[in-house]
């Protein structure tokens, strides 16, 4: 029913042939929105550039039809080392989607100079994406400052007690910071489709001035 | 750090001596933002308008300085009967923020042309809350229909394998519906701030020209 | 006690003379029911080939006295790529005892499109099989569609919260369509044989004159 | 899209205005089905007969437009005494849809003499429900001993380590007889309606003679 | 075997006369340790006090001899609102101990500057407690700033995802704060006994010369 | 502070050079009580038998000092074949503590008739030992037949929901046979020792005379 | 198929007219077996003492047909106060069966001194059930200072971490303490029935020479 | 903010390169503390000792910058072979931070003489750390006999129900001693880091007179 701005194939569990199938749908129609295989092993990178010569792959994903760069800001900020694939693949997805995103990293918590650090940034920004594991506390501070849309990513990294992302995500749906919304555990893909769903391509926010109050 | 569109109590807990001192507090503020006070008890309202007059009550929420009314369309849509009351405070809270939500009820996807009757009612939003329990099936269609930021709410109703959210709540996190976001069980506030984070107060998303590609 | 209209020998975790000597007792019975052994590997295929010849290996599992055709129609809806393997494997059992069944595939609900254009295929069956990873919202809507026994089968498929299957199996157990059944994680073998419950052998489902109201 | 044998509303959380006002709605389609309002409490009761004449009270259910009988065997067993109100939503919905469901009690498989001293009641049958709370292993026995249908309903009797069906639930669902399904906890209802699938108003399972082999 | 500090009575499950009856034998052992009795309810009170004169009732906490100040600063933070009565019963426990905690409240993260208001209170304690519930970030944030031992509680407050104090404690266990130690949950009794470990009476930690260098 | 009647140590995790410095401290204590060293991997068992000679290899368990046979019956009984290798390091445990064990196999209850097969085996039990995976249903079934004690050992075996081991796990606990215990996931070895407790060495168990009522 | 040694009726959940029926059933069979009517209200007691004297009631319990005394020496150890419930039903069926438990109360493992007391009453036990909450730890203990057969059961008391009985459950499955047995949270009654089967009527262990070893 | 004593690194999940960096940037600091890289590989050990030689290799540790030996008496004690690697990283951090800590080993509380015969040891302690796995009692049992500060690390070693440290987890967290602390799943240095909080370098605890009461 809807137009989608882009097309994005799951790679894990296709074979080579199946990508290549698949991308070549995607690309053939004669539409102007990217076209991503995410999640890509070296056997379907090299059969999907090897049909479907132009694509670029940065984080694991390949991505053809990159769109041109838009105006918003986007900021991805990540809480430890291990949180950074996850947060790789949201900015290359955003990347693919025209956003040019900034990163900050090293943000955890436990040294709570370094998100504050980043005040400025925050607050500045058009949409936020924290990618987090272990206990997801930066979901809520970043949450606290910025008044754009926050998205948080639960991230499977970190042992024992974070089971595999559960902490995180538990965490994140706890949190006190009113208004911030969560995705699936190492979903990073999906994070930044919800920051193309609050920032429609083709559209920019303006100010206006207030109706008068009811 | 942030300027707050709004002031939120959360009742449960506090005695009624508390809440009219801290309703108090946000009221004395003179900014121009709503203040609300959220699931409250009938003591507890029967305190608070006597001591801070011009509150309504709507949905449990009793509300000071309601916003006007803003130009976005934002669509509350339901399940089933059980997921009311957690949709009407969701409503309730972005009444006060100046959204009229349009309501679609009674759309559980057992169903499937209920909610296909309301393609184009989905098509036209700025933003949608999808609030479902059981199952949670609702988000995942929906969330295919509109291109816009959907919001969903998982919520506590039914029995059994439904464990008091936690199915809805995986099933939206797990969904195939790429970007869409979740919030915590019951959580209409939650959501409705979200939406507020989407659609900032004093802008209008408008047409623009497309920028030359990378 | 009762008669079975097949034998299935479930593979993993024995030995390829363990899988002769059970498939080779269960094919002396001189019975014209099919003999199956599923999920094998390439050893134990060899060793039963090699041992009890005329044995075709479909999907991983090798079917001896394949049954000839029934006219029932059963379908096996799938919702994504990765769904395929349990899917395939329900097919094989329904193909060893004599259902010939039709496949739907790509069936996802976030594009509610591609199972509306199955709908006259719904009706049409006699029996579906759902099988659906992530959240399982497919057999809600399958379930609303089809009049006829719905036996929905939660796949492992996903990561993170899809929590390897059990968020699809919860949505499955929880949903709002009456009357669907639902077995364990995977299990496309149960599923063709809850078909088969439902549809026995030998004889045939034809419409009557009703009974007088009571 | 499809045409439901029956309607059914859920009492809990409905005042009994909202239930008269469903009802009247089912009952003013000139359909021949049955219309039933289950799980109700005693406001409600009084209020839809009042307004809607002629319900029959079953096991906390009320019916309206009861089914005329039919031939089919249904049985419906259970394992102990705490399972009876889950097993009479059961049965009162299936004699709304014209079958007389024969009852086993008191069979639970400590004592296997009990469910064995049924055996020909069981090989008889068309459809087996069986309802049972703690470990549920009667499904187990049952769907070995059946060769019809057997839906399978985990009950939250019980304490400690049954976790308020969890454990009957698993335990059915990892059962090692093929082909039972499994509905969700205390569902009765749902047992009833998957009954209804399985053996079509309007049709008979009649013998045929066997197609040749493929 | 070892001398406690402190004899401590839990009072739920008892009744008054086996209240009465412990708390006697606990005061007739001529030590210089404070007894309590904690969490009663009103019959409790009134027969152990009629019984014993001299206790002081703070907090659903009864204390009898209680101890003298100690030099030692101790705080006890509080994110929320509700997460006070585990404070005050923590508070009540360390006040008969000696320590006289200073009390930080509503420093949830989510408004950051409110715990960063209070750094110098936390870099001059010699311990401190954080008791919060929901995703009990604050621990992370307040381990981070200060170099004392940190003793976090999880509280059961707030709904949904906070799973009754399983979120909160999954996080604190998972902190990136190195060093912060964890108790059950909203267990404020055993949180204080462990700061009375830490500091142990009739001792006092003093700057010394460092020894030289292995 | 008790006497053992058996030593026991734990191969994994320790390296061969620790195997038989601990094995044979335990040899070295001139008492008459067996020794094991349990689920050793080749390395581990080339070590000790050369340091320590007369161990005898079974089922991943060797053995020094095996007890003289002893009168009692034992019987341990499995549900299918992959309960085979934890049912093996029961009997082999059980063999070295002198028991001769009788082995019942393939007896799961969907097939009621080959456990009914052995009742007269069972009642003539001095102790039983049920290993069965998947919903755990053979331990309430034998429980129901044998008057001895019953010690259930769940395991892990089977996919999908039978969660390893924890859905028979909990079935056995939930179990509606009175009297039949449990022991850990997979732990043949606490098994076999539950029995040997019940059926203390050097002693038997005669008929006597009763005492007159009280 | 076996002769019973005891009849017991679960209360909860049956009117008492039920009540009154069920054991009414059970006491006209002319056997000598106790009959056991547990967990009772007073309205259940009240009529079923009135249909059939002579019923003694001890911790919630009514007796019928009390055993005669016997020999063995069982012990029923509590960790706290809270325990105490669960263990006096224990008690009450063990007595109903003709043992006389002897009772140790207050030894959680906390205070160690408190159970090596009572060291000699464990070496001289024949059969010890452990009752405790929290952590479970003194299963434990206990199972590596007694011979005999240790049944521990797992109590609901305690919050926050104990998880209503799941966390001492788990720990007492995972044991170091070799052949200790477990049964469900809260099941008193079971433990009672567990020593029955350890320690059979009518017969008594005696000392024997030993077999010559193989 | 705070002025840490230690800096580590975690070392999974980063390159030999990324270690040099980090370990660079730390070295770098003319500060006085030590520098951790835990749990490396061998590919990082060699990277960083050629880059940053001086570095130490103890138990999965390279330390740079060993503190001086303290005076402090600090205990770690083990419960089974399996949990030493966990307790060899605890002592390799309090030996980075100048703690020498004396190990017990072995001291299962199914053996309980073992903890009993070094009650002198644990009473002399400044700080206890307990590291256990399976049911985790060992630190309830230290808890009732030392006084100092006691941290419990659980451990996930151990199969089927010790469920990968959950088990020793939530029995730690719910232990009846009064006072002890729990830190998150195999985090031996986490437990190293709460021992350098309660004993701050260049500081000593001494006796002082006591203040009068108040
Ligand atoms: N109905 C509600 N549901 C969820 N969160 C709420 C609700 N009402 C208020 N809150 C949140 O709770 C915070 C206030 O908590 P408190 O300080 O305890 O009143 C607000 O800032 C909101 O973020
Ligand atoms: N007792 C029951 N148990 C489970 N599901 C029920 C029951 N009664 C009705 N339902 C289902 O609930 C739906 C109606 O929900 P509602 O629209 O809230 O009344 C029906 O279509 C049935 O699928
Ligand atoms: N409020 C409390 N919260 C947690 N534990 C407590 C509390 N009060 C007492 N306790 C503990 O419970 C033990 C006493 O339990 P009991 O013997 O049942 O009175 C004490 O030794 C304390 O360890
Ligand atoms: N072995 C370890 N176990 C647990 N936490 C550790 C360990 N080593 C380092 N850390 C923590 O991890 C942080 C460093 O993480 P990273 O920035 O990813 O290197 C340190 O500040 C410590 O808090
Ligand atoms: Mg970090
Ligand atoms: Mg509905
Ligand atoms: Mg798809
Ligand atoms: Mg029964
Ligand atoms: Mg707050
Ligand atoms: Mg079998
Ligand atoms: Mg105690
Ligand atoms: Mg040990």
Same mark, same amino acid.
């Given at each position: ?21 698949? *991308?070549? +749908? #995607? !690309?053939?129609?004669? /539409?102007?929105?990217? @076209? ?6 070296? &056997?379907? $990178? ?72 980043? *005040?400025? +940034? #925050? !607050?500045?920004?058009? /949409?936020?994406?924290? @990618? ?6 930066? &979901?809520? $501070? ?73």
């Amino acid at each position: 029913l809807r137009q989608d701005q882009v097309e994005a194939v799951y790679g894990p569990g296709k074979t080579p042939e199946q990508c290549v199938l698949v *991308v070549g +749908e #995607l !690309l053939s129609v004669p /539409a102007d929105g990217p @076209v991503l295989l995410t999640r890509v092993d070296d &056997a379907q $990178v090299a059969a999907v550039l090897d049909a479907h010569p132009g694509g670029e792959v940065v984080a694991g994903t390949v991505v053809w039809r990159r769109a041109s760069e838009r105006a918003e800001r986007v900021v991805v900020v990540t809480a430890g080392t291990a949180d950074l694939p996850v947060a790789d693949e949201c900015a290359a997805v955003l990347d693919a989607l025209g956003f040019r995103p900034r990163r900050i990293t090293d943000a955890g918590v436990a040294g709570i100079h370094r998100i504050l650090a980043e *005040v400025d +940034e #925050l !607050l500045a920004a058009d /949409a936020v994406v924290v @990618v987090a594991g272990m206990e997801g506390a930066l &979901a809520s $501070v970043v949450g606290g400052i910025a008044a754009c849309p926050v998205v948080a990513v639960p991230t499977s990294v970190g042992y024992g007690a974070g089971l595999e992302g559960v902490t995180a995500l538990l965490g994140m749906l706890a949190s006190c910071a009113a208004g911030i919304t969560v995705v699936g555990i190492d979903n990073g893909f999906g994070a930044a489709m919800a920051v193309a769903r609050a920032l429609p391509r083709g559209t920019r926010r303006l100010r206006v001035a207030e109706e008068p109050a009811s």
